[in-house]
């Protein structure tokens, strides 16, 4: 029976490519299933062979601990280089985007005090 091995939910298309190639590399059978019309899935990376699964997580496990490495590693690069994403930075580029995400949360948490303020009343 096949087993799910990448949610490809929010997977960067490198990432997923990574994988792909690592199975192939590894011999290890798999198929794609594509996301849904509707957003209900969002399609995901499947093994085929239950005896390839350990192996197969195994792979994964090892592919993430280097990606996380390499990740952190490229963040404390751009920090010290000062390019780093701030929040500044964010404000700076897109205030329209800033403003009306401070808006709606400020919104949204007046709806949730909304009933405490109507009961005190």
Do not use: C
Not at 10 to 15: A, H, L, R, T
Not at 28 to 57: L, R
Not at 78 to 101: D, I, N, Q, S, Y
Not at 116 to 121: E, F, H, M, P, S
């Amino acid at each position: 029976m096949s087993k799910l091995l990448l949610n490809l939910r929010n997977v960067p298309d490198d990432e997923a490519d990574d994988v792909r190639a690592m199975l192939d590399a590894h011999g290890i059978a798999f198929y794609e299933t594509t996301p849904s019309m509707w957003g209900i899935s969002a399609g995901g990376i499947w093994v085929t062979e239950d005896a390839a699964i350990g192996e197969a997580k195994r792979l994964m496990a090892d592919y993430q601990g280097q990606r996380q490495t390499r990740a952190r590693a490229e963040y404390a690069a751009a920090k010290r280089a000062g390019t780093a994403e701030t929040f500044w930075m964010v404000l700076r580029a897109e205030p329209a985007r800033v403003v009306l995400t401070v808006l709606a949360i400020l919104f949204l948490l007046g709806l949730v005090a909304l009933p405490v303020i109507l009961l005190r009343g």
